[in-house]
């Protein structure tokens, strides 16, 4: 089966539109979201309501699990907090019940194949799980989560690497797959990103090449989204990140 | 957040189109499908290409999990010699006409999701199975020894545990704390769009209500609600009896049993 997974929209309309044609376009069996649909952009309500609209199943992004915590006070001193309180009342409820995780388990040829999908880390929606990390370090994490396909976001950095974890003898291959950022990229390209898994019948630990990973990049009107932000009481450089994907 | 909850269509189109548009008018959040897309009726692939058209995450019951394998044994505890025998038809007649890429999804689609909260600083996991979280095809019923579903759901580390095979809806609420701390875990049977088996014959599934003050510390603070909605029966137990299978199944249909 073909999964979408998307993250880190940060309230890019403009990116998020173009990410649903695209993914639509690719007719995938399921999508999920992995966090972080608000922040750095005027349009969160629009971005959660599209969301809810297509009962997309989402998890919290550290940015989602900020909001309920903010005073009335902090919402009021614009700057960086502007963003978030542009939120609506339904929309703040929305993203206080998030869950955390999402854990897919399937069972192929008897074999036990655990998908998680978290934000940041399995502990932490801020934690950051980069492409360099120490191999043993990363393989603790994956076995601390009980997890064999480890999907996250938060770095709006995608990639994907393969983690050889030997048990008794025997190879199991691990995934880190990072899904990158729809609506804020910083991997020196513009477009908006996301990610294409495909488990198939002899997708297994033990089988190196067994699942399929697809990095899809998307055009989308990044000039107009750059501009609404300048038109907007949020800083400039936010404008400058997504011209310039930093 | 309201999550909708459904199960056990067994290629009943007629009922599938109408539970979409009754949820669809109550607009919940997220959506899952604990499995039986599939048997005892004549649109499997229909129902099929419904759900991954809307690409609702979707979990294998016993019968995709049998027809997944193009296998003769759906996993169904068929009591009677006639139900055995109209067992038999209804999975053979199946296979027939499941085509190649929906038995494909069949295949590949999960066993369970869990969907895990953390809702003021303590964790809440929703587990979705079709059966058990032992096993695809094990009948998890209202009467069971409390002590042993509680067990199940420890084991599983599931504090709501969501799940349909039986087609008898139903909401328990038990409390497994110890040393005077309450821990409630919740048993929902979501009960069948396609095949209800509770003596109503309308289709049926569940809306759950997560709070932000939804934990096992507090029993009321979720919300089940169970819904049931009318379909065109007569169409879909018409077409049981203008087809190979056994017309026993359009009288279940009719009568809810």
């Not at chain 1, 360099?132 to 994956?142: H, L, R, S, T, Y």
Request: include cysteine.
């Amino acid at each position: 089966m073909k999964i979408v997974l998307f993250s880190d929209v940060h309230a890019n309309l403009y990116a998020f539109e173009k990410a649903m044609q695209s993914i639509d376009a690719q007719q995938p069996d399921a999508i999920y979201c992995l966090g972080d649909l608000v922040g750095y952009h005027i349009y969160p309500n629009e971005v959660i309501n599209e969301v809810r609209k297509r009962g997309i199943a989402t998890i919290a992004g550290n940015h989602d699990a900020k909001v309920a915590k903010l005073t009335p006070e902090k919402l009021a001193e614009g700057g960086k907090n502007y963003a978030y309180s542009l939120i609506g009342d339904s929309e703040k409820a929305y993203l206080a019940t998030l869950p955390a995780h999402i854990r897919l388990e399937f069972k192929l040829k008897g074999q036990l194949l655990t998908v998680l999908l978290v934000h940041g880390s399995p502990t932490s929606n801020d934690e950051y799980l980069l492409a360099d990390k120490d191999e043993a370090e990363f393989i603790d994490v994956f076995t601390h989560a009980n997890a064999d396909i480890l999907c996250f976001g938060h770095s709006h950095k995608p990639y994907h690497r393969v983690l050889t974890n030997v048990v008794d003898g025997q190879a199991n291959y691990l995934h880190a797959i990072n899904t990158g950022s729809v609506g804020k990229p910083k991997d020196g390209n513009p477009q908006g990103g996301y990610v294409v898994l495909t488990i198939n019948d002899n997708s297994s630990t033990t089988v190196k090449n067994s699942v399929a990973i697809e990095f899809i990049r998307f055009d989308y009107d990044v000039e107009q989204a750059a501009k609404d932000i300048e038109d907007s009481p949020l800083s400039n450089e936010f404008a400058d990140m997504l011209r310039q994907a930093y | 957040m309201t999550i909708a909850l459904f199960s056990d269509i067994h290629a009943n189109l007629p009922a599938l189109q109408a539970f979409f548009k009754d949820v669809e008018a109550r607009n919940p959040d997220s959506l899952y499908c604990l499995g039986d897309l599939v048997g005892y009726n004549i649109w499997p692939n229909e129902v099929i290409n419904e759900i991954r058209k809307r690409k609702i995450p979707t979990i294998a019951g016993n019968y995709d999990f049998g027809i997944g394998r193009a296998s003769n044994d759906c996993g169904c505890a068929y009591k009677t010699d006639d139900e055995k025998a109209n067992g038999a038809v209804s999975i053979s007649f199946t296979n027939e006409i499941v085509k190649d890429d929906e038995r494909a999804y069949l295949r590949t689609l999960p066993a369970h999701i869990k969907v895990e909260f953390q809702l003021n600083n303590d964790k809440l996991n929703l587990l979705l199975v079709h059966g058990s979280p032992r096993k695809i095809n094990e009948y998890l019923f209202e009467d069971r020894d409390e002590k042993s579903m509680l067990r199940i759901m420890e084991q599983a580390d599931a504090d709501i545990m969501c799940f349909g095979h039986t087609h008898k809806p139903y909401h328990r609420i038990m409390d497994g704390g110890v040393d005077g701390q309450h821990h409630f875990r919740h048993a929902i049977n979501i009960g069948s769009v396609g095949k209800p088996k509770d003596g109503n014959p309308q289709g049926g599934y569940v809306m759950l209500t997560i709070n932000d003050n939804s934990s096992v510390l507090d029993r009321e603070s979720l919300q089940v609600e169970f819904i049931r909605f009318d379909y065109d029966i007569e169409t879909a137990a018409k077409a049981v009896e203008n087809c190979p299978l056994p017309n026993a199944y359009a009288e279940s249909l009719r009568k809810g049993i």
